[in-house]
């Protein structure tokens, strides 16, 4: 069975910092990989996928993350975060066996004005 | 465009009861799905639709809970007896398709309490 584990339980930045979230999978086949945010009070919502191609994949809101086979991993950064990006992050993964999303657990980001 | 709609947007209930919960899917969506984020469990699958296809119903977590999706649009999930460990907020997702090339778009959710 995959699985996706997010090590980062709480980060805490203030703004301009710069941002790395860890996301690692198992899973030994082809997977397509997701990260999605979800702000205070809204639903979840697409921040990036990776499908094929270019392992360093951009997003909206200058968020970017990039696919290292080799390490089961698929992190997320942003050169410079804003009070805006407080939010909690979901990183999924979805394998060749169906095509439900496996979540790991979420990192809250809470950035300081 | 609409999003994905869900109904009602908190539901609570006493222990033993049974409830319905709502998805209307983005319209030409043929692909639903229905997850459930918890406190300790975190994003889980639960069951998804295609189609005409029979659904894949590999997450649910018992026979309490069943879902159908009548004329390839609208869902409900339901949970008989409901257990105060069903307290979760019940996430739907709809994509054109049931294929990797296509994303998923989530609803608001619908946020269950048991009492």
């Known amino acids: 069975a995959q699985s996706v584990s997010q090590h980062n339980h709480h980060v805490i930045l203030s703004e301009a910092a710069s941002l790395e979230l860890g996301c690692n999978y198992s899973y030994g086949g082809t997977v397509n990989l997701f990260w999605y945010v979800q702000y205070p009070g809204q639903h979840l919502q697409l921040l990036l996928k990776y499908f094929s191609g270019d392992p360093l994949v951009k997003g909206i809101k200058g968020f970017e993350a990039e696919f290292i086979k080799s390490k089961f991993s698929f992190n997320l950064r942003k050169p410079s975060v804003q009070w805006s990006d407080t939010a909690e992050y979901f990183c999924?993964?979805?394998?060749?066996?169906?095509?439900?999303?496996?979540f790991g657990g979420g990192t809250r980001l809470m950035v300081k004005p | 465009g609409a999003g994905v709609s869900q109904s009602p947007s908190n539901k609570v209930t006493e222990k033993g009861k049974d409830v319905e919960l709502r998805c209307d899917p983005i319209s030409g969506h043929t692909a639903l799905y229905w997850y459930r984020q918890s406190l300790g469990q975190g994003l889980e699958f639960l069951i998804y639709?295609?189609?005409?296809?029979?659904?894949?119903k590999s997450g649910l977590p018992s026979d309490r809970f069943s879902a159908e999706r009548t004329g390839g649009s609208v869902s409900t999930l339901t949970i008989q007896r409901t257990q105060q460990e069903d307290s979760a907020v019940y996430l739907c997702?709809?994509?054109?398709?049931?294929?990797?090339?296509?994303?998923?778009?989530f609803g608001p959710g619908t946020r269950l309490t048991v009492t």
């Open positions: 999924a993964v979805r394998g060749n066996a169906g095509n439900m999303l496996t």
């Open positions: 639709f295609q189609g005409n296809s029979a659904p894949d």
């Open positions: 997702a709809s994509s054109f398709e049931a294929h990797r090339a296509y994303e998923q778009y």
